[in-house]
């Protein structure tokens, strides 16, 4: 496989163009991009020149634990080696106990496991496993939250961009603003809202919640019978921290979702925890017993991953590595606030980090700023991505559609080195997007000309 890799790699770009999405080939050229990747290790991305880049995506979160760590790879190797039999169906998996036995350790307050393929899988699970439990058609999420694609999850999430042209979507789902506990107060009274489902820390936009919030919440859906269920897709595994963000305010969720990092990032794993009685009352007798599952969720590989993730978080300390590195990070970083007027906030826990940037105040700054405002809401952000990864090597994200934050969701492998790479790299950038006339607002036009004839 690695020598068919090696030989069609060149024609990446064609074969997605011809068999997949040819506008997200289109994308990658006009951003720069397309350098073709050729490996990955540890939190480091290579090119197909031998650059190494500091990898601050890590597959929207997936790699906590780094690309192609060690002990994964053994441990993934060790269950083909061993000719297990996987997916028997009328059987139960050895590895699926033992990894969820590990998870009800960190979360000693939830009972019981059920596995799926994908974080949109726990969500959908999560949707049914609280109408089924509850009684209750309603489901309330966050405005500009982020719950996933497929129609269940697609209908928990916010944002007008990946919801337009897919309507209609699933009935009695009803959002409220983020940290807004009367008007949460509001939507549970009726008491025909089985669940409230949040991320702790919203991903698009890395927005943190008020210290009375998520304390708030959980006090009210206990109030009216409905139940707490906390996304922790991206902000678990010790993303922020802790193993879960919601630790950091004491809650205790009626259930949890975890997925992304837990994979190792080489198989597609999530995992809804929740307390016995909601498990009971789906899976509540014999000729119920499949219920509701997915053929290939409790597959030994994945399974395997979990089990390694694990390992490899508690032996390395990397929740206790992504407290210290992400407080460090996120000073240094504040740090530069005062001295540039385009940047406006940094926030975050743990290695979840948001950078806000804004309109400034002196007049040829906030006139260039407009321009590109107008042409597309949150392309400045592109201005400081794009050179970013051409001129410092570095791959990261904006915060979501429209969003004026760049969101840092690294390996929380990264070491002081690498933080010292972000801080000086980010500098300079920066300080590039207030030199009018400059290579950044040089860069900032020919974006806003793209997006012109885009929207011609």
Request: hydrophobic residues 45%; glycine residues 10%; contains cysteine.
């Amino acid at each position: 496989m690695s020598q068919l890799f090696a030989d069609r790699q060149a024609q990446r770009s064609a074969l997605h163009n011809r068999y997949l999405n040819e506008q997200f080939v289109r994308v990658l050229k006009t951003i720069g991009y397309d350098v073709g990747f050729q490996k990955g290790q540890g939190q480091y991305l290579y090119d197909r020149e031998g650059a190494r880049y500091l990898d601050l995506l890590s597959g929207f979160g997936v790699f906590a634990i780094g690309r192609n760590h060690p002990v994964m790879r053994e441990a993934l190797k060790s269950v083909l080696d061993a000719d297990l039999p996987n997916l028997v169906q009328f059987d139960v998996s050895t590895l699926a106990g033992v990894l969820a036995e590990r998870l009800l350790k960190y979360v000693p307050y939830l009972d019981k496991v059920f596995f799926a393929n994908s974080g949109a899988e726990c969500v959908e699970a999560a949707i049914k496993f609280a109408r089924g439990a509850t009684g209750r058609p309603g489901i309330v999420y966050c405005a500009h939250g982020y719950h996933g694609l497929t129609y269940g999850a697609l209908s928990l999430t916010g944002d007008s961009n990946f919801r337009t042209g897919f309507e209609p979507l699933l009935p009695g789902c009803t959002p409220v603003p983020f940290n807004d506990l009367a008007a949460l107060e509001k939507a549970l009274a009726s008491r025909e809202v089985a669940a409230f489902i949040v991320e702790p820390i919203q991903g698009k936009g890395v927005n943190l919640p008020t210290d009375e919030f998520l304390p708030g919440a959980a006090a009210l859906c206990k109030k009216y019978g409905t139940l707490f269920v906390a996304d922790e897709i991206q902000t678990g595994m010790g993303r922020t921290g802790r193993f879960l963000a919601v630790e950091h305010w004491n809650v205790e969720p009626d259930m949890v979702l975890l997925s992304k990092s837990l994979s190792g990032g080489h198989v597609p794993v999530g995992a809804v925890l929740t307390r016995k009685s909601i498990f009971d009352k789906i899976f509540n007798q014999m000729d119920r017993a499949v219920v509701h599952g997915s053929t290939f969720s409790k597959n030994d590989l994945a399974m395997a991953a979990g089990i390694a993730t694990l390992d490899v978080m508690e032996s390395e300390k990397l929740i206790d590595a992504a407290a210290k590195r992400g407080a460090e990070l996120r000073l240094a970083l504040t740090r530069m606030v005062p001295g540039y007027e385009l940047l406006k906030e940094v926030r975050g826990k743990g290695l979840m980090i948001g950078i806000e940037f804004g309109p400034p105040k002196s007049l040829r700054l906030r006139a260039s700023w407009n321009v590109l405002e107008t042409a597309n809401k949150g392309l400045f952000c592109q201005l400081i991505t794009v050179p970013l990864f051409k001129d410092h090597k570095i791959l990261t994200q904006v915060a979501g559609h429209g969003s004026h934050t760049i969101k840092l969701l690294p390996p929380l492998t990264i070491t002081e080195e690498d933080c010292s790479w972000i801080e000086k790299a980010f500098d300079d950038v920066i300080a590039g997007s207030h030199k009018v006339p400059g290579a950044i607002w040089s860069l900032g036009k020919t974006l806003v000309d793209n997006a012109v004839r885009r929207s011609a």
